[in-house]
């Protein structure tokens, strides 16, 4: 399968613009990031003077991130129906613990999706 370069449109792309996700030739890749950094920008986005991908983008490249997380959480914060469903008897008092543990988890993974957003800067 040959990959097409959305700059030039020489047929040897091989890497992806992490801002717009197009596939470009290693000859279209902005000089300032060819030094081996974790973001690869392509000379449009130099161009546009694009640094940073929108909460949207952030949001549709890890929604099974995002799905896994709040599988968790529904897990976590309504336990009640799933324990009944599988014939426990819980007092609903004990899951207080679960409930204040589920909010500190919550914390780091807001840092995480910050610095993602960060990540091309």
Not at 62 to 84: E, S
Not at 101 to 108: D, L, Q
Request: proline fraction near 5%; charge should be positive.
């Amino acid at each position: 399968m040959v990959l097409n370069c959305a700059v030039c449109g020489s047929q040897f792309a091989n890497k992806r613009c992490y801002f717009c996700e197009s596939k470009i030739c290693s000859s279209c890749i902005s000089p300032a990031d060819v030094t081996g950094g974790y973001t690869i920008k392509c000379v449009n986005c130099d161009r546009r003077m694009v640094n940073k991908i929108s909460l949207l983008s952030v949001i549709r490249r890890n929604k099974i991130i995002i799905a896994i997380l709040f599988g968790f959480w529904i897990f976590t914060v309504y336990p009640i129906p799933f324990l009944q469903m599988l014939g426990y008897n819980i007092p609903a008092t004990a899951f207080h613990p679960i409930l204040i543990t589920t909010a500190i988890m919550i914390i780091p993974f807001i840092f995480m999706f910050i610095a993602w957003q960060r990540r091309g800067t």
